[in-house]
């Protein structure tokens, strides 16, 4: 088995935080605070993350208190029921999600900075968006949307979408949202099973310096989601143009100047739906609560990330990535956000850090990808850029290369904290990751969250160290769906996260805890490859394979076949001017031999068009797997999930063609 972290090989120390960033980090103040008011002796983060663990009402009591939560009832008890799943938190507690974000409000103190490609950057101001959000909510009512209704989006990342979702929550109605780039039947397959009242939809959007027009697409979902009600458009392209009949516009809801109103609800009453990827069958929707949500990101933001109200978050993400949705949160610490609605490697690869230099951002979250495309392309925007305000990076989405964690060091800035935080849209938050207190080590995960008790389990669901083995989280965590939609008795819900280990989540991916207390993630399980019965993260392959030059990009699969075959093919997309040569080959067998495992060679190297990719920007491992067993195409894969179809058809007919025509022994490199 893979390690994760080579114990024989020097662990490279590349961060270590100063002791008056230490001193004066939200962490360090949790601690004090925990230490006075539970009357117990804690001394740094381990101690303080058992305790988190071991006493789970003392700790999320401790958030609670901490934060001064406001709430118009308070919980009778903290986990009033704490087996998973189906624990109950704060029974008793009424609150209003919104009204947390927004009771930070500083007038005319910036809240939400808009950027986008074409236009001047907007700015709302806290007393803006409160008033916006205020006369949003009170439209809302009178057309009559209550608590429990839902509200349904198709938005990019600006602004009005922040409004939109605030709004909806403070009424107490349910949030979901998909971004524009999603295709109709993608967003039809999401918002049918909801059964929204109300459709937010914008005309369009700027990408890439191209405008992509939206409006016959809201007027298609509209027309085909009978429960609509009312449709609102965001005006981006044409202000002040024709809109489908009967359609509202946005900017005429939020012009109201009514005071704010807060629909207090109980602690598990839900916020949004969010979606499973959905790659091989209708995407799931995941209800997550008010409460769970507030306690989950108060924590992850202030203590976590450090932020407070002195900070500018940018993270990059679409509306249909959870990361938007803590993006928004990031208002409940006081902190100014900054949204992009943008291609953001246009004009240049590193246009966020740009963004980042431009407004002064000291915290910037991105996708894995991003970072490690800005790698490749030999990219230096410490010196390009004035990053001194940037005072931490959060990577995530998928693992970080080695490679990467040096390349920030080196190419950005030497004093910042680079995280890389592994969670998931089930929770809608970390398990691992970013700490203020700990210092940073390439490759490794600092630590697990407080309150998660994350654990790497073997087969027969032994504790391993130093051992691949699957993420298990063994306590209830606040943020936990309250349910999925449309399963009344929890039969879904329960097949997903809690069979393989009954009672105990699994959540689906390979995890090695090293003996240092550090992390590794290395793909997810069902898409392991498996041989010989040696498991490997596909991260892992991807980690030696795309530092390889003239290869821009990677996917791997390791398919059982029906004959007791196993084949594992790596397939690559080459870098302009490059050519999948021999020696090239060569290389890539050489460097997985060397840096991963000599039963980890690929059979075959194919050079592909193109890699396919979730609208999330996730590989579509588990659906090529599929279709290389032998399942048909409309079984192996949801089309309306996938960024870029064409890709797609290519593997399709490549399946085919390998079930069609005899192939040479598996093994065979070619």
């Not at 075959?565 to 302009?576: C, E, H, I, R, S």
Request: proline share 7%; charged share 20%; glycine share 10%.
């Amino acid at each position: 088995m893979s390690n994760g972290i080579d114990a024989s090989s020097t662990r490279e120390l590349l961060w270590t935080p100063s002791e008056q960033r230490m001193r004066g980090s939200g962490m360090a103040d949790f601690l004090a605070y925990v230490n006075r008011g539970r009357e117990v002796a804690l001394v740094g983060y381990d101690e303080l993350w058992a305790w988190s663990v071991e006493d789970l009402d003392g700790f999320w009591g401790s958030i609670w208190s901490y934060f001064d939560v406001l709430a118009s009832a308070q919980p009778r008890t903290v986990l009033e029921r704490g087996e998973m799943p189906g624990a109950v938190w704060f029974p008793g507690a009424r609150l209003n999600w919104t009204e947390n974000l927004l009771r930070h409000a500083r007038g005319d103190a910036a809240a939400i900075v808009g950027v986008s490609e074409d236009r001047a950057p907007v700015t709302l101001t806290w007393a803006e968006l409160t008033r916006q959000v205020a006369s949003l909510a009170a439209e809302l009512r009178r057309m009559g949307i209550r608590p429990g209704d839902r509200v349904a989006a198709y938005l990019p990342n600006i602004p009005q979408s922040a409004v939109a979702l605030l709004a909806t929550a403070a009424v107490g109605a349910i949030w979901s949202c998909c971004s524009p780039d999603f295709g109709t039947d993608g967003v039809l397959d999401r918002f049918r099973q909801i059964e929204p009242t109300v459709l937010i939809g914008v005309d369009g959007y700027r990408f890439g310096g191209k405008d992509v027009d939206r409006l016959d697409t809201v007027a298609q979902l509209s027309a085909e989601l009978p429960s609509v009600k009312h449709t609102v458009v965001v005006e981006q392209l044409r202000q002040g143009g024709d809109l489908p009949p009967g359609a509202l516009r946005f900017d005429a809801l939020v012009a109201g100047t009514e005071e704010p109103v807060y629909e207090q609800v109980p602690f598990d009453h839900p916020l949004w739906i969010l979606y499973s990827s959905g790659t091989t069958g209708v995407p799931k929707g995941i209800v997550h609560s008010h409460g769970g949500i507030l306690l989950e990101h108060l924590k992850s933001h202030a203590l976590h990330f450090d932020t407070s109200a002195e900070d500018r978050v940018f993270i990059y993400a679409s509306t249909g990535w959870m990361v938007w949705n803590v993006l928004v949160t990031a208002l409940a610490v006081g902190a100014t956000i900054v949204t992009y609605d943008g291609n953001p490697v246009k004009p240049t690869v590193d246009t966020l850090f740009d963004i980042c230099a431009r407004h002064q951002v000291t915290r910037f979250g991105t996708g894995a990808a991003y970072l490690t495309g800005c790698e490749k392309a030999a990219r230096r925007p410490g010196e390009v850029h004035n990053l001194s305000a940037l005072r931490s990076i959060a990577s995530t989405g998928s693992p970080l290369p080695t490679s990467t964690w040096h390349w920030v060091y080196e190419s950005v800035k030497r004093d910042l904290l680079l995280g890389s935080d592994c969670g998931g849209t089930d929770v809608c938050a970390a398990f691992i990751g970013t700490n203020p207190l700990l210092p940073v080590y390439a490759g490794e995960m600092q630590a697990p969250y407080l309150g998660v008790r994350v654990e790497a389990w073997s087969e027969q669901g032994q504790p391993l160290i130093d051992e691949v083995g699957e993420m298990v989280i063994t306590e209830p965590m606040p943020s936990m769906p309250v349910s999925f939609w449309n399963d009344p008795d929890g039969a879904r819900y329960r097949d997903a996260y809690f069979e393989y280990y009954p009672g105990v989540w699994r959540h689906g991916d390979w995890m090695t805890i090293s003996r240092y207390g550090t992390y590794v993630v290395h793909g997810r399980s069902d898409s392991t490859i498996n041989r010989g019965g040696v498991r490997m993260g596909s991260a892992d392959i991807y980690a030696a394979v795309d530092r390889i030059p003239g290869l821009a990009a990677s996917l791997v699969i390791g398919a059982e076949l029906a004959d007791g075959d196993y084949f594992m093919p790596l397939f690559v997309t080459l870098a302009p001017g490059a050519e999948l040569t021999g020696e090239l080959v060569r290389r890539i067998s050489q460097d997985i031999r060397e840096r991963v495992s000599p039963r980890h060679v690929p059979d075959e190297v194919v050079a592909v068009p193109e890699i396919p990719m979730t609208i999330t920007g996730k590989k579509l491992e588990v659906p090529i797997k599929r279709l290389l067993q032998g399942v048909p195409p409309e079984r192996a894969v949801n089309r309306a999930t996938v960024a870029n179809p064409a890709a797609l058809d290519w593997f399709i007919d490549y399946a085919r063609a390998r079930r069609d025509q005899p192939q040479p022994p598996v093994g065979a490199q070619r």
